[in-house]
Each structure stands twice: as C-alpha cells, then as structure tokens.
C-alpha cells in the first residue's frame, strides 16, 4: 500500500510517500528565507510560496520514490491546525490528485502525525509500544499526550498561552539572532559560560500544563535593563549568550520535568518527543538523562523527522486509510482541530 502525503500548515512546503514498509520519498521545500526579513511567518507570504512549490515539490517526491501515479493507493494532506491560507494549497493540491487519479483523500491532523512520527519504521532503532506519553513541543502548539494507539490520543494538559517554539522564535527575534529562533538558540547555547536564571512558570504545579509567555516577557525586561545599564548600546556578546543558555535551561528543564512526571503517574515507561523543538540539542540530552534516571524509555525521531514533514503526514494518513477512513472532497481546512 503506498500513501502520497502532502503538509502546507505552516512554512514549509512537503510530500512524501511511504509504505508499511516506511518513507520511499520526502522532500521538504523551506520557506526560510522568505519569512526571515519579518522575523516570523507572514501568513499571506506562506500561501503564495506553498503555490509556487507545491506542483514541484510533488513531482519531485513522485520521482524520488520512483512510482507511478497508478502505484498511489490514496493522497493524505494536513487539513488542519494551521494557517488557512497555507492549508488550502496542499488540500487543495490533494483533493485534486484524488479526483483526477479517482483514488481516495484522507485529511490528516498534523499534531496526530507530529505524535506518530516516532512509530514510522526504518528510520530509528526502536519503535514505540503503545501506550506511550508523548511531549509534542512545536511552534504553534505545546502540550503532553497519552497515546493509546494511533487513533486514540488524549490531551493530558498544554499550554495556556505560547507554544515552546514561538518561545525560542519571540526571544530570538527579541534578542535580534534572526528567524526561526529555534535552530540558532541552539547553535549558541551549546557554547560553555555563565547563565542568566529566568523563573520557570507553573514549576511547583502537579499539573501539565505549561505557560510560556512570562519568560518571553522576562527576557526583554531583562534585555531592556542591560541595555539601559550599558547607555543604551547592545549587550556585549558574552552577557547575550548567558541569556540565551538561561533561556533555553528554563525551557527544556520545564518540558522535561512535566513530561516526565506524566508518564510516572500515568505509570506509562515509554516518552517520545515530537514537534520542532524535539530537535533541540539540550531538549535531547536532558530528556535521555532524566529518563535514563527513571528507567523510562525514551524514544526521538531523527530531528528532521521531529520538524515539518510530510512523511509523518502521509504515515498518520496510511493508519487512518488502512481503517477505512476516507474523507469527503468538500471537506474544508481546520485553523484549529484539538486532539
Ligand atoms: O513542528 P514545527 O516544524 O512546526 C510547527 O508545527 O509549528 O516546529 C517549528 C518550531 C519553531 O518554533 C522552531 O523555532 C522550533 O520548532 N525549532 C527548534 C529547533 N528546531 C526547530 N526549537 C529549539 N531547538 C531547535 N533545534
Ligand atoms: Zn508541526
């Protein structure tokens, strides 16, 4: 059975198809340099760049997998959460695929495929038994799941305000590192010094539910006072980076510290990350020694598995055929579509 799965929530421009066996293509085209001038995704600007890619980047992904649009079982796009205007590009692009080719549409919930992305086979050394709790820690959203299986996924508690990703992206843009936040934070916090302590929100709380806009607002308060206390000139380098490995510990520490604690009260000793900020360098490294520290398994996918994809799509998208499930040509893309 082989699924063609296509992603456009948000900047980055995907296909992929894949097999029970696993990933036969997957191309990801990045918006990167379009959004970087803003600082963050325009929202009109992705739209226009998903139609410049799309036809490409499936063409692209059909060859790399070298099949045969007869070879296709049934087309998958993330019809939701996202942004609207990128949604519908690669919905849009599906559903036409479909009906041309009159073979079915599954639309496909993109955190459901973030929390998946560890069980596609072939791409780590082990694979996930369900049940198992899972961090998803992206841009757009911030929570911890309990995944029962991969058609039953429950929320045990997330953010109240900004997601762990739109974190690392305010505080970089604050700091003037540039866009996306993520990746450059972390380049620059693996550099050995000081750190800045920033309070760490709703710490004590047995609860998982994280808040991450106090820090994105402690950090600019912190940065407005050294600034100030310098005669207005920008932080010296080294007074920058005590900033950002202050950050970033804050962050990560809290991710971990919840994420773990679900999966002992839950009594569930497998964790998996997911999301963009499951690439993280210190999320890792911190995640493997307080798991190891509590015998829990810890299982992460290969970071670009753990960033947008379209084969985490396409392999949530083949679960969901596999069962039957199928999708009207009507149906219309989702901004928001909790778990
Ligand atoms: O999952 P993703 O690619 O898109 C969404 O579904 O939102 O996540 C993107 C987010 C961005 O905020 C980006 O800055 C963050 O993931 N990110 C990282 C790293 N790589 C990407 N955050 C921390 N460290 C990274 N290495
Ligand atoms: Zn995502």
Redesign the pocket.
């Given at each position: 059975m082989k699924i063609l799965g296509i992603e456009s929530?948000?900047d980055?421009t995907a296909a992929a198809v894949v097999s029970e066996a696993g990933v036969h293509a997957d191309v990801v085209s990045t918006q990167i340099a379009t959004h970087q001038p803003y600082g963050g995704v325009v929202p009109e600007l992705a739209s226009r760049d998903h139609m410049r890619q799309i036809s490409r980047v499936v063409s692209e992904t059909m060859t790399q997998a070298q099949c045969d649009w007869s070879d296709i079982d049934a087309v998958v796009a993330t019809q939701g959460p996202g942004l609207i205007g990128a949604l519908v590009v690669g919905l849009q692009a599906a559903k036409t695929i479909a009906m041309a080719r009159g073979i079915p549409f599954v639309g496909v919930n993109?955190l459901r495929g973030?929390m998946l992305a560890a069980r596609i086979p072939g791409e780590a050394n082990a694979i996930p038994a369900y049940p198992y709790i899972a961090l998803l820690a992206?841009?757009?959203?911030t929570g911890i799941y309990q995944v029962d299986a991969h058609d039953r996924i429950t929320c045990l508690g997330q953010t109240r305000d900004d997601a762990a990703?739109?974190a690392?992206?305010k505080v970089a843009k604050v700091l003037g590192l540039g866009y996306?936040?993520?990746?450059i934070?972390?380049r620059l916090a693996q550099t050995p010094g000081d750190e800045v302590t920033f309070p760490q929100s709703l710490r004590q709380r047995r609860s998982y539910e994280f808040s991450f806009s106090g820090i994105k607002t402690a950090v600019a308060q912190y940065v407005a006072n050294a600034m100030k206390a310098h005669g207005d000139a920008p932080l010296p380098d080294e007074e920058l980076l005590a900033v950002v490995r202050g950050f970033q510990r804050a962050v990560v520490e809290t991710l971990v510290r919840k994420t773990v604690l679900a999966a002992r009260e839950k009594q569930i000793p497998r964790v998996v990350l997911a999301?963009?900020?499951a690439?993280?360098?210190a999320l890792r490294a911190h995640a493997q020694e307080a798991c190891d520290d509590r015998d829990l398994q810890l299982f992460m996918p290969p970071r670009h598995r753990?960033?947008?994809n379209a084969a985490m799509i396409a392999w949530a998208g083949l679960l969901s055929f596999r069962d039957g499930m199928r999708t009207p040509l009507s149906a219309s893309p989702r901004a928001s579509w909790p778990l």
């Open positions: 929530s948000c980055e993109h973030h992206s841009g757009g959203h990703g739109e690392f992206d996306p936040g993520g990746p934070i972390d999301g963009g900020v690439a993280n360098s753990c960033t947008d």
